[in-house]
């Protein structure tokens, strides 16, 4: 996990557009969760991509392609 968030304030954008009950998982999401954890998240166990997009828009990560 990150140890802080550059761009903190693209959190509160996050959240600001989240539904009121998905908020707590969010903030766990982007803030108690490394990438590559997320990532296989995904891909394994059929979590909502956006939440990786979110997370990467968060912490200005931009992934190779």
Excluded: M, S
């Excluded at 590559?36 to 990786?52: F, H, M, S, T, W």
């Amino acid at each position: 996990c990150p140890r802080y968030v550059q761009h903190n304030a693209r959190i509160l954008f996050a959240l600001a557009e989240a539904d009121p009950e998905e908020v707590p998982r969010l903030i766990q999401l982007l803030l108690e969760t490394d990438r590559a954890e997320l990532e296989r998240a995904v891909r394994e166990k059929g979590i909502d991509p956006r939440y990786l997009e979110l997370w990467d828009y968060v912490h200005d990560f931009r992934p190779q392609r």
